[in-house]
């Protein structure tokens, strides 16, 4: 079976339906599922955006389709349905920049650890040390970092999660990556809690993101873990005001494809990641023009 896997979606939610098809498209494959590894950007709101999404959300219209997809207009819903006839719903865990107590609420008012947050039914958030079987994999799911408040891990969960036989799990996906993965001025990156988990559980794939930047494979042990890029760069080097990505497409690095008969996993880095683009990408006329 074939699982795709995103990296930081934050709001631009119909890039990622659209890059899941073409993936399947273009490799003429089926996939029997996608998982998005948190920072999907799910705000209920403009207004309920965190400081930072605020000020990345004011320079990359494409940040605000979470919103747009939350109320679709007919054209919009068109698109999204096109998607789901050739993909299956995006499964997603909680990164830094969510809101959690909205998140919380979907799921309180759904009685379940997974729950559609659009009314299109194209995301499903997965709680914090959910573990159920994904494309015949256990798949285990640990949203949000390591860091203290309100976004760092739900103790309860790390201890559950930490607590399994080892390899009782076959594929661990977090938005933290491990400890010493990458540094950034000067301070070494990722979660010395999540290295510990790993090296305890011992999933044979570990897929995190977090840090915006294609990382891997690193192996601890009998696993093998991989951290995704950023699915849209910005527009614009926020510090040196420089332009990075200003058709704002697909980055390479962003999504993973896993073979779970082989067990073999590949960074996508075709040329055609960047036909998806735009500011407000209409992603009825991507699918039915590229067709
Ligand atoms: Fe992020």
New binding site residues.
């Given amino acids: 079976m074939k699982v795709a896997f995103f990296g ?1 979606v ?1 709001g631009c939610v119909l890039h990622a339906l659209g890059a899941a098809v073409t993936l399947a498209r273009h490799r003429g494959i089926q996939l029997d599922a996608v998982i998005q590894v ?2 999907l950007g799910a705000f209920p709101s403009p207004e309920r955006w965190d400081e930072a999404s605020r000020r990345f959300g004011a320079d990359n219209p494409a940040q605000s389709d979470f919103f747009r997809l939350l109320a679709p207009s007919p054209r919009l819903a068109e698109g999204v349905r096109l998607a789901l006839r050739e993909i299956p719903p995006f499964l997603f865990v909680s ?3 969510e809101d959690h107590q909205w998140l919380a609420g979907l799921h309180h008012a759904a009685d379940s650890p997974v729950t559609p947050v659009d009314p299109l039914g194209a995301y499903r958030h997965v709680t914090c040390g959910h573990i159920t079987e994904v494309a015949g994999q256990r798949v285990a799911f640990l949203g949000k970092i390591e860091w203290p408040g309100s976004m760092d891990f739900d103790d309860d969960a790390y201890t559950r999660l930490l607590a399994l036989e080892p390899g009782s799990v076959d594929i661990l996906v977090t938005h933290d990556g491990p400890y010493g993965m990458s540094s950034w001025r000067g301070t070494t990156q990722g979660s010395r809690k999540l290295t510990e988990l790993i090296e305890r559980l011992q999933p044979r794939l570990h897929i995190s ?2 840090y ?1 930047h294609q990382n891997g494979p690193r192996h601890y042990g009998a696993t093998t873990s991989y951290a995704l890029g ?1 699915l849209v760069g910005p527009k614009v080097n926020i510090r040196d005001s420089t332009s990075v990505n200003p058709r704002q497409q697909v980055t390479p690095g962003s999504i993973g494809l896993l073979d779970t008969r082989t067990d073999e996993f590949e960074y996508v880095h075709d040329p055609w990641l960047a036909d998806i683009h735009g500011e407000h990408l209409d992603l009825a006329t991507l699918l039915t023009a590229t067709q």
Avoid: I, M, T, V
């Fill in positions: 930081d934050h948190g920072d990164g830094n920049h993101g977090h915006h950023l």
